[in-house]
């Protein structure tokens, strides 16, 4: 009975998908200084350099992503998590973009269990057009794999006088006192805020992605280091000392590389665990260059502004939009027709 109840829940709550999606009383903030948070009718967080996490019921919006910066990039592929259409619950996608935004700040996972009564910070644009905003929100009860009787629970969000959601912000995230992403915006009933436990999607996340999370771009201060964060999104351990190198204006000392889990457990660079996080310590002088992480994982440093060239005036051959010769071909060709029709 109990399963049937969340079943029905989410279901509703899944009609607001489309919905007008405001964060009532909260607090509006610098889209550009969380230029990884996206807006395409639901929110969305960029992950992994080409994908963006948002929720499941959103899958059904075919529109394109709208970055911080004014651009648009569309997405190829969605994916949800395999036990959504089956429970009505995790509700979480992955949706992968045709191209690589250019993403400066950056936010890590950390898919555990909540902690009754602790704060979560949650994003979304809603009814607020392009306009990011939070809310501070808190934990009504801590989540395990046997809260309401149901293997992937939602968590209820109390409001606390610090903004709440109304019918529409799904897929923003939740973040903890610590600056990690724990929650997903599902949607709300009534006064009732709703979140997706990101540890639901635990393993969906790491086998979808499977590489390197990372800022796109970086900017350094000529001759002085800059610490750079990443973050294993890889199925299993990870040597980052075995695919990293750099190019052009672009140094990393390999030697003072250091890796962590959320929790603070330390790790080793040859052996990066799913969801720690590196730092690497970077050096430039100004002008541009990339760390490699491997594959298509790049992060460029210092990114140049692209110089489009003026285009050049196309001569006037005096036979059309093709060119001289093509206009007597075409001139010739009526003249042979009219004979034709004149011979028959």
Known sequence: MKNMKLATLTLVLSTFSSASYAIVDGTSINWADHDNIVNSSCTGLVIGGDFILTAAHCT????????????????????????????????????????IPNVEHIDFLNPRDLVTDEDVKTYGFGGTGNDLHYATLRADSATDSANNGAPY??????????????????????????????????GVNGNINI?????????????????WHYPTIVKTTSGNTQVVKIQSLHTSPTDILNTINTTGDASIDTAGITCASPSGVVS???????????????????????????????????????????????????????????????????????FVRRTR
């Open 153 to 186: 629970p939602n968590v209820t969000l109390r409001n606390i006088g610090l903004g709440y959601l109304i019918g529409g912000d799904s897929g923003g995230t939740g973040l903890d006192n610590n600056g990690f992403v724990i929650t997903l915006n599902n």
């Open 195 to 211: 979140a997706t436990v990101l540890k639901v999607a635990k393993d969906f996340i790491t086998s979808t992605v499977n590489g």
């Open 60 to 99: 059904d919006i075919q529109e394109p992503v709208n970055f911080s910066d004014g651009s648009v990039i569309e997405i190829t592929k969605r994916v949800n998590h395999p036990d959504y259409a089956a429970l009505g619950l995790a509700d979480v996608a992955i949706f992968t973009l045709t191209d």
């Open 268 to 338: 080793s660079p040859s052996a990066v665990n799913p969801y720690d996080v590196c730092s690497l310590p970077l050096t430039s002088n100004g002008d541009e260059g990339r760390i490699v992480l491997g594959n298509d994982a790049v992060i460029t440093v210092n990114k140049k502004a692209e110089v489009k060239p003026d285009p050049k005036p196309q001569p006037d051959n005096g036979g059309g939009g093709g060119g001289g010769s093509l206009g007597w071909t075409a001139l010739f060709g009526l003249l042979f027709a009219g």
